[in-house]
């Protein structure tokens, strides 16, 4: 169950880091290119959106069953950058990152014209990548 679970939020991670690229070079584009907001662009959009829900899903049952999350966290283990990185940092910055992509697809969804539709993609899921990516265990992913 654990190996399974562990394997799988390594895997998804990749289809998250791609898609939220992707959607990002692709609304960026139309966005820069005063293009129409298309069925495409939104497509790419729910694509990361939907990854990052999936990663959040299997995130938060690993927290529990990993021997890496909450069982590691103490006042002891906050001294070491790993155990702190996994137990307490990864999680909470990549909740608030899946929040704001959240926040970016529905606005988006609800935004009345293209280019705003575009801007609140563009800049929740910039912000979401880049939180992202600052807490990725880099020392141990991609294996
Ligand atoms: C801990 C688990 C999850 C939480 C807390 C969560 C939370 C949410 C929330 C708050 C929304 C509403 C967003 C809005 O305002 O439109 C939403 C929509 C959605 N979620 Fe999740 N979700 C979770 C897991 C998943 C999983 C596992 C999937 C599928 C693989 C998924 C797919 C979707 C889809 C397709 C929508 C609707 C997208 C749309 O509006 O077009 N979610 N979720
Ligand atoms: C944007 C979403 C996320 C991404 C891209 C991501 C990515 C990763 C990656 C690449 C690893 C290393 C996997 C490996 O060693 O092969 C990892 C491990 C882990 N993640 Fe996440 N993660 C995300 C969200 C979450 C969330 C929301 C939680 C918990 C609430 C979580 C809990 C964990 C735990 C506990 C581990 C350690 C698993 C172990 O080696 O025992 N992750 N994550």
């Given at each position: ?40 662009n ?61 926040i ?40």
């Amino acid at each position: 169950m654990y190996n399974i679970l562990k394997h799988a939020h390594s895997g998804i991670a990749y289809l998250l880091l791609l898609a939220l690229v992707i959607a990002l070079v692709y609304n960026i584009i139309g966005w820069a290119g005063n293009k129409a907001f298309t069925k495409g662009n939104k497509i790419a959009a729910l694509i990361g959106f939907i990854s990052s829900h999936l990663q959040l899903l299997l995130g938060l049952i690993l927290y529990f069953v990993s021997p890496l999350g909450l069982s590691n966290l103490s006042g002891e283990t906050m001294s070491d950058s790993m155990s702190r990185l996994y137990a307490l940092e990864h999680p909470l910055t990549m909740i608030i990152a899946i929040v704001l992509i959240t926040i970016g697809y529905s606005k988006s969804k609800r935004a009345e014209d293209d280019k705003s539709k575009y801007k609140k993609i563009v800049l929740f899921y910039a912000i979401g990548l880049i939180l992202i990516l600052s807490r990725i265990p880099w020392s141990v992913w991609p294996a």
